[in-house]
């Protein structure tokens, strides 16, 4: 099955620097790679996704780029704020199912 | 677009009772569900999926069960809680071509 590792499990940086979050998958047939931001305590809420038929996608501060031939993307944001303060999980959907990295806790300091 | 319901919001359960955890979603049709479990500070644990009525994939082998009674619900159930089993429960539905939500989850304790 498909097998999701994601870097840096956590991550601190300062308020208006840029963060990146790293995941690699395991299935070449996966198509479809969303990014959640989970606040504590609620629950997983969906920030951006690409296919596989785009390599770079971006929504304001937020990017994400898909390499499929390496079988990795990436989730970019830029000019940090503490409200970017989360636990972030990247995904590859294979199958029938989304299969989640580890997350990521990020922590923006003002 | 859809509405994904769980409930109830917080459960504390003795070890060895039984557990029902109901998950209801609006505004879609014949939706793929899913069940899954997030230890305190972990990731996304997939319990169960199902790809319609009566049909369910289990992904862990454990204590727990799943039943889809009908189009929109999708329940989990224990016959026996372990201490084990304590963690936040989500519900989660696809949306469109591969787009999943959640819902709010169910935080069980088991003491």
């Known amino acids: 099955g498909e097998n999701v590792e994601q870097h840096p499990s956590t991550l601190s940086v300062q308020e208006g620097d840029s963060a990146v979050i790293k995941c690699t998958y395991s299935?070449?047939?996966?198509?479809?790679f969303p990014w959640y931001k989970q606040e504590l305590g609620k629950r997983p809420q969906l920030i951006i996704d690409?296919?596989?038929?785009?390599g770079e996608k971006k929504d304001q501060r937020i990017a994400v780029t898909l390499n499929k031939t390496a079988k990795h993307f990436s989730l970019h944001i830029t000019e940090t704020q503490p409200e970017d303060s989360a636990v972030y999980f990247c995904?590859?959907?294979?199958?029938?199912?989304?299969?989640f990295g580890k997350g990521t806790s990020l922590l923006v300091t003002p | 677009s859809q509405t994904i319901h769980q409930w109830p919001a917080t459960l504390v359960q003795p070890v060895g009772s039984p557990l029902s955890l109901e998950c209801t979603v609006e505004?879609?049709?014949?939706?793929?569900l899913y069940w899954y479990r997030q230890a305190a500070g972990r990731g996304l644990q997939l319990l169960f999926y199902?790809?319609?009525?009566?049909?369910i994939s289990s992904e862990v082998p454990q204590n727990l069960s799943a039943s889809r009674p009908q189009d929109r619900q999708f329940i989990l159930s224990s016959k026996k809680l372990l201490l084990s089993d304590s963690g936040f429960y989500l519900c989660?539905?696809?949306?469109?071509?591969?787009?999943?939500?959640f819902g709010a989850g169910t935080r069980l304790s088991v003491l």
């Open positions: 989660a539905s696809r949306q469109g071509p591969n787009i999943q939500y």
């Open positions: 995904a590859a959907h294979s199958g029938y199912a989304l299969n």
């Open positions: 690409i296919r596989s038929n785009v």
């Open positions: 199902s790809v319609g009525i009566g049909q």
């Open positions: 505004g879609t049709s014949n939706p793929n």
């Open positions: 299935d070449s047939a996966s198509n479809y």
